[in-house]
């Protein structure tokens, strides 16, 4: 069983940073596809970035550029670097981990972009 904790959230200005993270348990890290996943209120969760195991990334194009993903095997981790937030960005982000199609799921934390 894997669980995950995020860290980071928070209240920041328009065209701020925020560095998000999130530590996995459980065992097998290096194994799953990490992701970062985000729900604004009233709107769907949304597929922000994604690190496969051997260390390819993908982003939504509403973050390409600004956002940056990282995973770290020897520590459990994976950070999302958010610089140059807007509004929209806000929401609860959450982490996720998927190890052969298996999907596993941290309880969020809240991002507020201050316009």
């Known amino acids: 069983q894997v669980q995950l904790v995020e860290s980071g959230g928070g209240l920041v200005q328009a065209g701020g940073s925020l560095r998000l993270s999130c530590a996995a348990s459980?065992?097998?890290?290096?194994?799953?596809?990490m992701n970062w996943y985000r729900q604004a209120p009233g709107k769907q969760r949304e597929l922000v970035a994604t690190v496969s195991a051997g260390g390819s990334t993908n982003y939504a194009d509403s973050v390409k550029g600004r956002f940056t993903i990282s995973r770290d095997n020897a520590k459990n981790t994976v950070n999302l670097q958010m610089n140059s937030l807007k509004p929209e960005d806000g929401g609860v982000y959450y982490c996720n981990a998927n190890r052969f199609g298996v999907e596993y799921w941290g309880k969020g934390t809240l991002v507020t972009v201050s316009s």
């Open positions: 459980g065992g097998g890290f290096s194994i799953n596809t």
